[in-house]
Nanobody, 129 residues
Framework: QLRLVESGGGSVQAGGSLRLSCVSEHSYGGGFCLAWLRQSPGKRREGVAA????????AYADSVQGRFTISRDSSKNALYLQMNNLEPGDSGMYYC??????????????????????WGQGTQVSVSP
């Protein structure tokens, strides 16, 4: 089981930006799917963005396309989510997740929560109007 640790959440006003980070204590191995998902109270956990280690292709939820950018730094075992022009609807707990299967960007939108085997503890994002 990979240990994933998120950071970077916080409270911002609409239109603001945040950068989330997720660090793994071990390298992923080169073939993982790495992703960010979020969950708001009363809602299912949903995929926000994913990146395939094999070729750095990405997939985004329609609601964040053009505002969020997922990236990684393999030298630091780190995954990032740059979130710009935040909206109140972006509020929720954001989770870093990983799966060894890879091939998670064959669709334009990221896989659902059931796809992933490894999870972080989450970091809270709150966006006020």
């Amino acid at each position: 089981q990979l240990r994933l640790v998120e950071s970077g959440g916080g409270s911002v006003q609409a239109g603001g930006s945040l950068r989330l980070s997720c660090v793994s204590e071990h390298s992923y191995g080169g073939g993982f799917c790495l992703a960010w998902l979020r969950q708001s109270p009363g809602k299912r956990r949903e995929g926000v963005a994913a990146i395939d280690e094999r070729d750095d292709t990405t997939a985004y939820a329609d609601s964040v396309q053009g505002r969020f950018t997922i990236s990684r730094d393999s030298s630091k075992n780190a995954l990032y989510l740059q979130m710009n022009n935040l909206e109140p609807g972006d509020s929720g707990m954001y989770y870093c997740a990983a799966d060894a299967t890879g091939f998670c960007t064959s669709s334009p939108t990221p896989p659902p929560a059931e796809w992933y085997d490894h999870w972080g503890q989450g970091t809270q994002v709150s966006v006020s109007p």
